[in-house]
Nanobody, 119 residues
Framework: QVQLVESGGGLVQPGGSLRLSCAAF????????MYWYRQSPGKQREWVAT???????NYADSVKGRFTISRDNAKNTTYLQMDSLKPEDTAVYYC?????????????WGQGTQVTVSS
């Protein structure tokens, strides 16, 4: 079992920055691929970014060039640095840890942290 705890959300003005953290408790954090998703009211959950076990990254087109995902395996933590924030980035942000085994998939979610971009 792995518990994920997000933090770092809040209210920020357009053009501002926030850094979200996702701390993992439980099994060896380094074996998981880590994802960030977000969900706005009335919309489906949307994938934001991925970081692999070796640090390879991918981003949704909507955040590419503005957001940076990273991980610190020694601290069991994944980060999402969000710059040049826009009102449309307002959402609850969730981190997700996934490990695909031969016969099953481990899939864990945090409780989410609210990000509001508004003047």
């Amino acid at each position: 079992q792995v518990q994920l705890v997000e933090s770092g959300g809040g209210l920020v003005q357009p053009g501002g920055s926030l850094r979200l953290s996702c701390a993992a408790f439980g099994r060896d954090f380094s074996i998981y691929v880590m994802y960030w998703y977000r969900q706005s009211p009335g919309k489906q959950r949307e994938w934001v970014a991925t970081i692999g076990r070796r640090g390879n990254t991918n981003y949704a087109d909507s955040v590419k060039g503005r957001f940076t995902i990273s991980r610190d395996n020694a601290k069991n933590t994944t980060y999402l640095q969000m710059d040049s924030l826009k009102p449309e980035d307002t959402a609850v942000y969730y981190c997700n840890a996934v490990k695909i085994h031969s016969r099953y998939v481990e899939d864990y979610w945090g409780q989410g942290t609210q990000v509001t971009v508004s003047s």
